[in-house]
Every structure is written in C-alpha cells, then in structure tokens.
C-alpha cells in the first residue's frame, strides 16, 4: 500500500466522453491516445450507471475509478487498486461541489467551458502531482475565487471598463459567499 | 418548401453546442499570445489566452520546443501585473509548460520575489511552481524559506511546502532529510490538512528507520488526528508496524492492535474502513481478531452509498480467502447484494458467498448464479468461473451441480477469454475429480462441434487424446474427433489426426477403424494433416511394416519434448544448415536464467575479430553468445551456468562494479561488470588483479582488459582461471580494479592525453558448491525420486542451531545448495513445527541429484535437519552432505 494516499488522475468529460478537462498525475497512460483510450473505456463502461445521487465506483485494469454526474457533465476520479474507496470518493465529492459553487450552480458543460480557468485552478487547488491538497469545497472554491485584485496594484495599471469588469465580478463572488 | 428548411437551421443551430472554444487553433492563440508583450498589459486578455492556451494542452495539443519557449519567455513578462488572478493563470501555465533547467533562472527570481510576498496565496502558489521546476542546486537557495514555510503559521502556506517536500524527497533525498525537525512541528500543526502532509512526509523522510517510525506512531496514537485523512494514514502506519514487530515476537498480543481497533469506532467511515482492513490484511491475523472489523464492514454491506458497500465487500471478499468462516454472518447481507445495480458489487458478493457457502448452499447459491450471469460483463463472468471451480473443487460431492453449470455457461455466447477459462476449468475438474470425468468429456465434445476458437478446438482436443482412450468407452469419441476433420481449419483437422492417432496407439479394439478413418486423411488439402497421416499409419505399422518397436511407438510420437519450448525455439534459430544433423541434446532445459548446455562447436566460430559485440548481457542467450564471441573462452568448451550478478561494490560509489561468475568443466570466468559514474572521467585500460593466492585449485590463464570507459555506459572486464576438471573447486579472490584515469574538460568534453594509474578496492568474489549447482525442476518428484533407486543415496541428520522461524531456515539451506525447490514445497505454512522440502538440480559434470530435507523445530527454537540425497554418482551425493556440514 502506498504510505500515502495518492490520486492517479481525475476527469470531467462530457456526455459523450470528451474532455472538458483532465489532469493525471501518474506515469501509467505516458501518451496522449493511452489517456484518451483510458478516458473512453471508462466513459463506455460507466456511462449507463445512474450516479447522479450518489457517487459510483467501478474497477478498471488495476485502478479504482469513483464517478458522479450532473447534467451533461461526468467527474471521474482514479486511484490504485490498494487506495481507500472513501478517500477517492471525499476527493470527488470535493471536486464535485467545488465545481458546483464555482458554476453558481449551473454544473453544465457550456458553463464548464465558458469558465475553463476556474476549473482548471480548481484542480490545482485539489490535488498537486497526486497528493490531496484540500477536499473541502468551500475552501477549495474560496482559494480559486478568493480574491480578483492586489489591493496594492496601482489604479494606473487598469483601464475603467477594466475596472469595472472586475469590480462587477467581486461583486458577483463576494455575493456567491 | 422554405418553411421546413428553416427548421432544420434552428434544428441545427440547436444541436450545435456553444463552446467557447469552437474552432480554435493553435496558430492563432500563438499569435494571440503576443498580447503578453504589450508594455500595456491587458490582463483580462491574457488571462483569456492562457485560458485557451491550457485548453489546448489540456486536449492534448503539444507545442514544439520553439513554441514552448516562446510562450514561456512571454508569460514570464506578466508577473510585472499585480492582478491575482492573471497571476494564478501564470502560475498554471509554468506548471504545465515544465520549463527546461535553462530557461527556469528567468522566473526563478519573480517566484522568490512572490515567496516572500505579504499574500499568503501568492506565497503557497510560488512554492509549489517553484519546488516543480527546481533543480538541486536551486533547491539549496530556497531551502531557507522552504523550512520557513513549513512552519508558516498560514495553512495553506505550510502545506504547499510540505506537499512540495513529499515530491522533492523523490530527486533531493539529502535536502528535504534536513527539514525534519520542521517537519515533526508541522506534526503538531492544529490545522488538519498540514497535519496530514507533515505525517505524509516526516513517514517517508524516515521510512528506513524503523525505530524512529515505531516512535512516531507509538507518540501519535495516544491522541487523534486532526483530520480524518491524517488518521488514516495513523493507521497505515500503525499496521506496517504491527505487521513487522509480529514478524519478531510471536508471543503475546499484538502491539497496536488496540489502536486499530479503536479506529473502527472513528467517526468517519473513511478511517473505519481503513482500520477494518488494516486489520484483515495484518500478518497471519486470528479469527478473533478479525472479528470486530467484519462487524463493522458488515454494516457498510447495507449502506445506500455504492462506494462505501464496494469497499466492504471488496475487503470481506480478501478476508474469505483466508477466514471464510467468520465472513459466514454476513452472507444473508451478501445475498441481498447479488441484486445491485453495480454489478462490480454484486459479483465480488457472489465470488465471496462461494468461498464462504457450506455444502448444503451451493445448489441455492448455483440458482442465483444462473439468472444473474445472463446480465453482467464477460470480464465478471470469469471472476466467477475461477470462483466456481474452486469450490468445486472444495466440494467434490457437488461437482454434478457444478459441472453442469459450468457446460451450460459454455453454451452461451461469450468472448474467448470467458470461454478459455470455462474450458480450463472443466479440464482441472475432469483432472481433479475422476467420477465428473465422462461427463466432463463429452461436454466438451459437444462444444467442439460448434466452437468458433481454433485455439480452444485443439486444446480440447489434445486433452481428448490423453484422457479419451482412458474412458470407459473410448469408441464414442471417435465420431466427435472425426467430424473435425471434416469440418474445420487445417490446425484443428491436423490436432484431430493426432488424437485420432493416439486414440490407435491406446485402444487395440480401435486401432483398425482409426487406420481406415487415417487414411482418408491422407487425400486433405493441407500439407501438415497429410503428413501427420502418413507418420501415424506407418509408424503404427497400418500398412504391415514393423519400422520401430511397438512398445516405442506411443513413447516416439507422444512422449513429451521434455524441453523449454522457448530455448527449443532460439536453439534452432542458431542451427545453421550443415552436413551435421541439429542436435536436440543442445538444447538448454534450464528454464530460468542460466544456460545448461553449449553447442558443440563447428560452424559457430567467433566471427568478429575487430570489436567483439560487447553489450550488458544479463539473460541466458545474450550470455553465451557474449563468450562465445571471445576468442580466448571459445576453447572452454560447453557453458555449464552462469551466476546471477552480485554487486562488488557499494550503491552510490564513484565506480560501480558486479561480478558474473561463469563456470565451465574446467573454467571459471569471472565477468566484471564496470559502470563509470564520474562524468568528469574517463577510465582506461581497466582490469580486474584478482589474487588467488587462497584459492589453491584455481590458476589465472586469462585476464581481458576493458579499453576504454566513458561516463554512465558500461563496459566488461574478464578474469579466467583454470581448474581441475569436473571438480567442485571453491575459494575466495580478492579482487582490485586498476585503471588509468583522464580527466575531461567540460568545455570540449574531449579527455586529456594524460592519465594518472589508480586502483580500487572491490569486495571478494567466492567461489562456493552452489555455482556448480543447475537449478532443473523435476515435474513429478516422487517419480523421479523412486525412479533415482537407493544405490546413490546418502542419508545424514544435521542441527541447524535456533533459527527466527522455520522459512528462514528452509531458505538458507535452498540458498546454500543452489537447487530448485519442487511442488512448491519452498513455502513453509505459517506456526507449523516441521516441514519437508523437495529439492533437484543438476551437479556439474551432468549429474542429477534430488535432495528430500526434513525440518523440526523444538521447543527452543532450535531447528533440526535430516537430509537425504540420491543422484546418479555417490561421491556427488556425499559433496552434498559435505557442503551443509561446511555451510
């Protein structure tokens, strides 16, 4: 068993298995069309499941892969087959709720991609190279949607229509909270 | 008519997804990408296009080392914004991009810059780039702020610092050791999460000190964890230290256990399940021990989470292998689960309840099955073919049940790999248990007649033709054989001609109906099935002519090759075509990695007198041909074994030598193994002075120097000696590796003309008993043994002196002597007090010796031996008996 739990990759793909985003932490798919071949035989085998209430579990080639979907979006989350079920579900269930807070609650793909660079830091604040950094959504949204500007940035450095830009958002993300 | 067209538009309009990033490409994001050169930067715009651009990699678009680097030096110019979250998008963006070591001092001062900033996400964030695309000597820098951070009183910057240190600890050992005793106050860390990453590193910074790990987990089992993930990774460490101290005491309870078992009464389920199964996967574990933790799994089986009923059944399904007993209480809740939508959770429910089932529930459980096969994947299905005939094979008495489940799955539709395994297990129960033998066979007949898999076809049929003449009425048969060779592809027609030739060779009464049916097989299409036709009729005398002796018929056309197929396949690849016929004696049989015998001799001279093709042989093959293709061994005759490798000197030293001990009648080559590991050197003229002084039996003839070696590619050096021929000689060789050192120069990489004589100090190479040994399994060791007769048996009784366990002592004796272990009798079952061990092996000289060891062990540990040897020549079995009594 690892002496550490560790995530070997997680993704969210669309309703028909291709990805919104994917990050994998581990040297077992080295190349683009392994990780695709992996993404697609896991999307086949799961897609018929019901794991929209709760979370689901599968096996795949030595990997335990936990899922769940929301509308037309699919979370996955793989580790070793010696990793502790719970401990990947928790890190779904933070991915998953983390997400959902970012998207205002609209988990979609065309909201998904339209807000690619939340999702993307999301996963940076989940998991760094395979290690669980946090699995509570709340804090895993706060990281990524703490903050818009350095309060010590020079007014100079933006432009009024910028300004304005970022000052609806702030408004926007500290309403969300 | 217009109408319906503008409703396929909407149609259309309404098919086609949004996505922002329709039609993209990656020319003009590149192009777009220049907007991070503007002196006024637009960061909502950047943003955007680090945006796509992350969305490009993260489709799997690659970006060519021109490319990278151009994107990489334009993102470095945005961290003059001080807008956070164009700054977080930078941050990915490096990660992703993975910078070479050059262009990393460009940003490595921004990154410091943002690691001492007042923001605490700017300071986690840049640690984490910052620790990804470092290098040792960068690390050495920053390595003050990384042990502040550690200790940061942010959490958020503590963890960043520890995960990076987990990562680091893979590249700079030596580095992220020193932080240890930041790391043990991270352990303290009231926040959770640093807690948990503390624990995470502080185990692997010591994982190699087990005492300094017992102290850790004996101190932090007192209190709780923080978190759940750090409790769990508690009780990883508290089982790991369970399962080695039980390793030494033996006696009494086992340490730790308490803690375990305190976790199944966690609050989170995520730190009960691993303490549960912990616990089932604690060395040699009692029922009673187990028990608490199948209780609480037992309750998860009822959970409406998937996941958590998977993990349950999944961790009851390892404890039945061992303790189906105690899993028996929870086979209603097991039942129940066969009906799960998941079916990985209903499958691991029925393989379970099979090794758990009593006698008396298979016929209910089998019902079960049966309705439940027809709905899941031919990937569960063999986990429950295999599950099936193990306990068929537990329960002999229900194999009709068993057996007829078993043939009707295989009537179904199914993959090959789903029928394969059906197929093998009708074949292991035909084998196992002779009364489900007719019925077995004929099932098998049956699906013969219409099987789509040439491979199973002949394998069916092959084993037709060993059990079928056996059966009570071996003509009914015939009819299936036959059809194939009506029927089917020219391999199966071909098998089909064999068994019906063994059917003849087996069953007299037949022998004329076979001969009529052969012969028609003599006008097929094919070659090969005309052939074997021709072969059986004359060889079995069909046409009057008596060609062998008929007691050799069955012995000449079906006796086994007795060969590893695989070295019969690379033996006849060497064969070149001359007037000497191949001869199958020259074919290794050793099946591991030594070469038993070498050909002799003609049309296999060594060819290239230039530069001998010397290459880092390991395995047999690449091992004779290397010595074959050096001139001074070519005259030693046959390859008798070569030794695996043994390290000459420690790991990490400047030069890296292993030794191959090659041994032949009357040679003894020692292959020395150099790797250079000082880039700044070049080694040359190197060789082995190995003094022989103590070894009286051995002369040096040979010693072939290594000319040159450059940094990290190995090269060899060899030492030959003489020795009496056939003759067991064993000694010890210092040895010291001379060589003459150039220096590089690192700005033209060329060496400098002189060179400075040094030497180096390696360990002793030893000759001992167990180099002339062959490991050569024998498949049937009773046979072989009562086969071997008395006359070369040597019986004597030794004590081995207290011993930890009774494995231990098996394993030295195995090692000490150098012989295959048979039937499996190297394992030695757990808290028994004696045990008999088989051994074989080939001595040199090609003698075969069988050695049968019975070991006890009595009430003070001591371990007592009776050894008994037969071979073919006495003084080989008495030079057995000598080497334990040395040993």
Known sequence: MESCPSIKNILLLDSEGKRVAVKYYSDDWPTNSTKEAFEKAVFIKTQKTNARTEAEIAMFENNIVVYKFAQDLHFFVTGGEDENELILASVLQGFFDAVGILLRGNVEKKEALENLDLILLCLDEIIDGGIILETDANVIAGKVASHSIDSNAPLSEQTISQALATAREHLARSLLK | MAQPLVKKDDDYDDEEEYSPFLGIEKGTVLQEARVFNDPQLDTRKCSQVITKLLYLLNQGETFTKVEATEVFFGV????????????????????????????????????????????????????????????????????????????????????????????????????????????????????????????????????????????????????????????????????????????????????????????????????????????????????????????????????????????????????????????????IDMESLISDQNRSIATLAITTLLKTGNESSVDRLMKQITNFMSDIADEFKIVVVDAIRSLCLKFPLKYRSLMNFLCNILREEGGFEYKKVIVDSIVILIRDIPEAKENGLLHLCEFIEDCEFTYLSTQILHFLGIEGPKASDPSKYIRYIYNRVHLENATVRACAVSTLAKFAVMVDSLKPRIYVLLRRCLFDSDDEVRDRATLYLKTLGADGSVLVNEKDVPEILFGSLDLPLGNLETSLKNYEPSEEPFDLDSVPKEVRSQPLAEKKGSGKKPNGLGAPPITLASSVDAYEKMLRSIEEFAGFGKLFKSSASLELTEAETEYAVNVVKHIFDRHVVFQYNCTNTIPEQLLENITVVVDASEAEEFSEVVSKPLRSLPYNSPGQTFVAFEKPDGVAAVGKFPNVLKFIVKEIDPSTGEAEDDGVEDEYQLEDVEVVAADYMLKVAVSNFRNAWESMGEDGERVDEYGLGPRGSLAEAVRAVIDLLGMQPCEGTEVVPTNVRSHTCLLSGIFIGNVKVLARLSFGLDASREVAMKLVVRSDNEAVSDLIHEIISCG
């Open chain 2, 76 to 331: 470095t110019k945005l961290f003059q914004s001080r807008d956070i979250e164009l700054r977080r998008m930078v941050y990915l963006m490096i990660k992703e991009l993975s910078p070479s070591s050059d262009d990393v001092i460009i940003v490595t001062s921004s990154l410091m810059k943002d690691m001492n900033s007042k923001n605490d996400m700017y300071r986690a964030n840049a640690i984490r780039v910052l620790c990804r695309i470092t290098d040792g000597t960068l690390l050495t820098q920053i390595e003050r702020y990384l042990k502040q951070a550690i200790v940061d009183k942010n959490p958020v910057v503590a963890s960043a610092a520890l995960v990076s240190g987990i990562h680091l600890l893979q590249t700079n050992p030596e580095i992220v050791k020193r932080w240890s005793n930041e790391v043990q106050e991270a352990v303290q860390s009231r926040a959770p999460l640093v807690q948990f990453h503390a624990l995470g590193l502080l185990h692997q910074i010591r994982q190699n000190d087990r005492l300094a790990i017992n102290k850790l987990v004996s101190s932090l089992t007192r209190g709780t964890a923080r978190s759940p993930l750090a409790q769990c990774l508690l009780v990883r460490y508290a089982s790991q230290v369970a399962s080695e101290s039980a390793a030494n005491s033996q006696t009494g309870d086992r340490p730790l256990y308490d803690f375990l078992d305190s976790c199944l009464r966690h609050k989170s389920e995520m730190v009960i399940l691993e303490a549960a199964r912990a616990i089932a996967e604690l060395n040699g574990v009692t029922s009673r021990e187990v028990t608490p933790a199948i209780t609480v799994l037992q309750l998860f089986l009822n959970s409406p989470k998937p996941v958590l009923r998977f993990a349950a059944i999944r961790t009851l399904n390892k404890v039945a292998m061992t303790h189906p007993m105690a899993v028996t209480n929870c086979n």
